[in-house]
């Protein structure tokens, strides 16, 4: 149980700041000087990923790396949670279509989501999960 709340919690913390920090990267100053290499393809491969400016980068590792740091965490629960964000983060820009639907019909992770960010960029910010997307409003779900 502990194992699972401090999952949670560190996934929390780190889809609230990048919501937040992906918001800010999308600002039409922001996006032209910083974020628009990372929208250089419009239908994301693998490596886009990585393909970032150096200011966003540190201010996604920040954000990333930050979870020991202000939550008590044991290192499984820091390895776990760098399986799951590094995983989709490279399932996110692969072109897989891979989703994760919760027992009760909600849908908690679906890599068309950040297909469409590509695609369109002023909607689905949020990474991994779209709850946040979802709760402010910049939620696009389509078939594609």
């Keep these: 149980f502990e194992f699972l709340m401090e999952l949670a919690l560190s996934i929390m913390w780190q889809n609230v700041l990048e919501y937040i920090w992906h918001l800010i990267m999308h600002v039409p100053f922001v996006y032209r000087a910083w ?3 990372h929208h250089f393809y419009k239908s994301p491969e693998v490596w ?3 393909y970032i400016h150096p200011i966003e980068s540190a201010g996604y ?6 979870v020991p740091f202000v939550i008590r965490v044991h ?3 820091m390895l776990s949670y760098m399986i799951i964000m590094g995983l989709l983060g ?3 820009h692969s072109g897989i279509k891979f989703k994760v639907k919760l027992p009760f019909g909600y849908t908690l992770y679906d890599s068309k989501d950040h297909d469409i960010h590509h ?7 949020a990474f991994p999960f779209p ?3 979802q709760i402010c409003g910049t939620y696009l779900y389509r078939e594609k």
């Design 48 to 50: 886009d990923d990585l």
């Design 75 to 77: 290192h499984y629960t």
């Design 35 to 37: 974020h628009k290499h």
């Design 119 to 125: 695609e369109l960029t002023s909607i689905n910010y």
């Design 90 to 92: 490279v399932i996110d």
């Design 61 to 66: 590792y920040t954000i990333l790396y930050s």
């Design 131 to 133: 709850w946040l997307d």
